[in-house]
Every structure is written in structure tokens, then in C-alpha cells.
């Protein structure tokens, strides 16, 4: 498909008809075999995904980039800790706050890593021939798409 030139109204269908695609996609990820007992939903990939970019973090840091509240985080950690996906520690500077990160399990955190593999290896591929400038249209774009549709979601329903 060109996408030279695409009026919105093109632009708008061509979205429409490969979202579907795209959702089906993701929902078809095979979550690896050691994480399958976990029931993972899209949010615990979000989180896992921020501690294995960025480290290990507060709940409170989390939170703020998952936008949700602490206790939803909380929650979250508690039913992966409880699996064996993350670990919780005391922050040495503050008792009061906890570090949340990754296992240290060499076979859960391979299996994490895996997971996360199959969807950076697919961006990596539509990412490379794009410049940086398009690729941070490409990423507000989505951004501001998601937001549209959440408040479009709360103004309907």
C-alpha cells in the first residue's frame, strides 16, 4: 500500500482496516512456557517491558509511567512476586519505598527477555528506514491516538 499522499479520509481507513490485524497479532504473541502459569495481561507486559528498559524503579515511579495509581502497582507486583517474574527490596536510601525489579531467576528473566524479544524485533524492522523524525511523528501519532480513543471511550460510554 502507498502511503504517499494519503488524505485523512484515506489515512483513516487504511488504520481501521489494519488495527484488526494488528490486535489479532499481538493477541497471538506466544507468552513463553514459563510465564504461562503468570496470567499476564497487556499491563504486566507494559510494566515488565519499563523494568527491563530502564531498571529496577520505585512503585510510586511505575505508576506514574503506567498512569495508574500506586496501589494498582502494587497489586501487580505483589501477583508477579508471587510468581517468581520480579523481585521487591527495601530502598537503601528510604525503608518507606520499595525497588521493584526483574528477577534475578536466570530462566524467568530469559523467558521475560524472550517475550519482549519478538515485539522489539518486529519494530526494529518498521523503525530502521524511518528517520528519527518519523519515527517520533510515528510514536506521538500513536500516543495521540490512544489518548482520542480513551477520552472518545469515556465521552460514549
Known amino acids: 500500500m502507498s502511503t504517499e499522499g494519503l488524505t485523512v479520509d484515506e ?7 489494519l488495527m484488526p490485524r494488528f490486535a489479532a497479532r499481538l493477541k497471538r504473541t506466544r507468552i ?6 503468570m496470567n499476564l495481561a497487556p ?16 512503585v510510586n515511579q511505575l505508576a ?21 517474574a520480579v523481585d521487591r527490596r ?3 536510601a528510604d525503608r518507606r519505598r ?14 521475560i527477555n524472550d517475550w519482549l524479544a519478538n515485539g ?12 528519527p523524525e518519523d519515527r517520533a511523528m510515528f510514536v506521538r501519532t500513536i500516543e495521540a491516538y490512544e489518548g482520542n480513543a480513551a477520552s472518545s471511550a469515556v465521552d460514549n460510554g
Not at 507494559?46 to 520505585?58: A, E, K
Not at 522489539?120 to 528517520?131: C, R, T
Open 11 to 17: 489515512a483513516i481507513r487504511a488504520m481501521l482496516l
Open 32 to 37: 513463553p512456557a514459563r510465564l504461562q502459569s
Open 120 to 131: 522489539a524485533f518486529a519494530w526494529q524492522k518498521a523503525f530502521e528506514p524511518l528517520s
Open 43 to 58: 499491563r504486566h507486559l507494559s510494566m515488565l517491558s519499563y523494568l527491563v528498559f530502564d531498571g529496577p524503579m520505585t
Open 98 to 111: 520499595t525497588i521493584v525489579a526483574i528477577t534475578d531467576d536466570p530462566e524467568t528473566r530469559t523467558a
Open 64 to 84: 506514574a509511567r503506567l498512569e495508574v495509581a500506586p496501589t494498582t502497582v502494587s497489586l501487580m507486583v505483589s501477583d508477579l512476586s508471587k510468581h517468581g
Open 90 to 92: 527495601s530502598d537503601p
